[in-house]
């Protein structure tokens, strides 16, 4: 029996408990057996309705969700060079309201932010109750980019960077989660999973498009080079802080259509999930709205 979508999409939530294998995780899956008796072109149109249908109900939720002012929304993005970070947030959330999304890219840390917990910077930028916070890359960064690249710690003695280290930061990102959902704030994290068969081709797009090279830095060459240190960090990662609070999701990134009507999806649902509703207004307030209203009315031109 083929799967609905909802059920598709809920095969990339990673659970909270349990060993975590991203090699389980196909980048390629929109290609699999529930799809294969869909044309290339028929799965691209069917894409593209699924997608327009969960623009239109991310603009409804969040204009509950700010109408409401009750709850905030964090979406975390993470995912290798050329994943699909900045056109997932193009066209996932091109029906928002600008007003309610605010979406912030970090890059290599300041000295000032370095002189600070390795948290502090991302507790600036969280989305405030009532809007959708949007953060590529973010405080994971620190145990991924940080973790391959260990003498980025600086300081740090040498005999105090192994796995308790590491555990420590995961178990200060978790507890940060925990706050935030008690708090109001709905975590949502994704990964995009692409493969490296795939980045190759998005390299090479990117570098023979001239209207494409300006997005190639030769950094990502270097850390192509590290990619089997980079994935044991994303799966440890992963496995260390999927929790029911800020569950993580393994998206397929290799079909980009496919990864945006997860990702879609996914966020439409959760907050859905918070059953949020429009203020009411009543009583003492509603008689004087009702007396405005007549007062307006009363002002209408006569006809002649």
Not at 13 to 39: I, N
Not at 126 to 151: A, C
Not at 223 to 244: Q, V
Not at 254 to 278: G, H, P, T, W, Y
Request: charged fraction near 30%; include cysteine; glycine fraction near 4%.
């Amino acid at each position: 029996m083929a799967l609905t979508f909802k059920e598709v999409r809920q095969l990339f939530q990673v659970p909270s408990s349990g060993r975590v294998r991203l090699r389980d995780y196909d980048p390629g899956w929109a290609a699999a057996d529930e799809f294969k008796e869909l044309t290339k072109d028929q799965l691209k149109a069917q894409a593209a309705a699924f997608l327009e249908q969960n623009v239109a109900d991310l603009a409804k939720a969040q204009e509950r969700l700010y109408a409401s002012d009750t709850h905030s929304v964090l979406i975390v993005l993470q995912a290798s060079d050329a994943a699909g970070k900045d056109g997932t947030i193009k066209h996932v959330m091109s029906g928002v309201n600008p007003q309610g999304c605010q979406i912030y890219a970090f890059k290599k840390p300041s000295s000032e932010e370095l002189d600070h917990n390795f948290l502090w910077r991302y507790m600036k930028a969280l989305p405030e109750r009532g809007r959708i916070g949007i953060f590529n890359r973010s405080y994971y960064e620190d145990v991924l980019v940080v973790r391959v690249h260990p003498e980025l710690l600086g300081r740090l003695p040498d005999e105090e960077r192994g796995e308790k280290f590491w555990q420590g930061r995961y178990d200060d990102i978790n507890a940060f989660e925990r706050h935030l959902a008690r708090n109001g704030t709905l975590v949502l994290k994704f990964f995009l999973h692409i493969s490296k068969e795939e980045q190759r081709q998005r390299f090479l797009a990117r570098l023979d498009e001239p209207a494409k090279r300006w997005k190639f830095e030769m950094g990502d060459v270097a850390e192509r080079k590290l990619w089997d240190k980079y994935m044991h960090a994303y799966e440890d990662a992963i496995r260390h802080t999927s929790r029911p609070e800020a569950p993580w999701h393994v998206v397929p990134a290799d079909n980009k259509r496919f990864a945006r009507l997860v990702i879609a999806e996914s966020i439409v649902e959760a907050m859905e999930n918070l059953d949020l509703q429009f203020p009411k207004v009543e009583d003492a307030a509603l008689k004087e709205l009702k007396k405005v209203r007549r007062a307006l009315l009363a002002e209408a031109p006569k006809r002649k």
